[in-house]
């Protein structure tokens, strides 16, 4: 008959094992799912680690940005469409922020329906985020306008 203690060294090697297989499956760009956001007016977005790489976008301040990986002084990231590519990590930030998602979403004056509209954000907007209140989020463009936004609306 076993013990209790062989017992319980069985069953943590158990839970061990099947967080060790658990870990091999999930792709790796999701273990390192740190974000960053955009810091200056406009950054140039890369196909590869270096300024010799083509310049496939141009991204404005705010966006976020989830990082896959880093190489030297670049990041490669996924950005909220899940496109791939490469940004100079001088040029972002840890800057909480956000991107809408929806196609024209609703900024209020405070966190609820109850409040006024004072203006719409169309998807890709970035914002930087001030504050979370349950389920709405404070948020402000880089042009100074701020307002609330409902949590499921942006990335």
């Given at each position: 008959m076993e013990t209790r203690k062989?017992?319980?060294?069985?069953?943590?090697?158990?839970?061990?094992?099947?967080?060790?297989?658990?870990?091999?499956?999930v792709p790796p760009e999701l273990l390192a799912a740190d974000r960053v956001s955009?810091?200056?007016?406009i950054a140039n977005v890369r196909s590869g680690p270096g300024t010799t790489y083509?310049?496939?976008?141009?991204?404005?301040k705010n966006h976020p940005l989830q990082i896959l990986r880093s190489s030297?002084?670049?990041?490669?990231?996924?950005?909220?469409?899940?496109?791939k590519a490469w940004?100079?990590?001088k040029l972002t930030s840890d800057?909480?922020?956000?991107?809408?998602?929806?196609?024209?979403?609703?900024?209020r004056s405070g966190p609820g329906l109850?409040?006024?509209?004072?203006f719409t954000a169309e998807y890709g907007v970035p914002f930087r985020v001030l504050e979370r209140k349950e389920k709405w989020i404070h948020v402000q463009h880089s042009d100074g306008d701020k307002g609330w936004i409902y949590a499921s609306l942006v990335w």
């Open positions: 062989n017992i319980f060294y069985k069953i943590l090697e158990i839970i061990l094992l099947a967080l060790i297989f658990a870990l091999i499956r955009v810091s200056v007016g083509k310049v496939l976008w141009k991204i404005e030297g002084g670049w990041y490669q990231f996924r950005d909220f469409e899940g496109d940004i100079f990590k800057t909480p922020t956000v991107v809408v998602k929806k196609k024209n979403c609703n900024i109850n409040h006024p509209i004072l």
